[in-house]
């Protein structure tokens, strides 16, 4: 199968919206060596469909209002598993509204705010989101 770079000079391609996604979703992408060793390079064209598929999920789960369909409160009834929701305070991809709607329905759902970081708060504050799974697992 044949591979296509992930940032194609024409800007309309579907590769090129994926990239100025990716590099929404990190508050600092320059400054993040990770965040380039993960997401740079090549993508085959598997990859690209398994993102499309990602995408078209998150579309489905999270419409309107963004990230926070009307019927989550239902769908997440009766969900007793513990949960942490992490959110970083430079996230531009979820608004802090939905963290607190979402924490509203998940009865007991415990929150990490992560300062500094911003949606993927796994690949720039590493050490801070791995303190908050570690002490929630504890």
Known sequence: MPVSPIAPANQSHPLS???????????DPEGTPEFAKIYSG?????QFEALEDARS???????EPYMYPPTLPQRL???TTPMLLVWGTRD????????DAYQTALSGA??????GGGHRPE?????KFSRAGNEFLS
């Not at 415990?110 to 300062?115: C, D, F, G, L, R």
Request: hydrophobic letters at 35%.
């Open 92 to 99: 531009t991809v979820m608004p802090r509204e939905c963290v």
């Open 57 to 63: 999920e998150t579309a489905c789960i999270g419409w």
């Open 77 to 79: 009834y009766g969900v």
């Open 17 to 27: 919206r994926h990239r100025r996604h990716l590099r929404a979703t990190g508050a």
């Open 123 to 127: 690949i720039k504050r590493e050490d």
């Open 110 to 115: 415990k929150e990490a705010t992560i300062a």
């Open 42 to 46: 090549e993508m085959t064209y598997e």
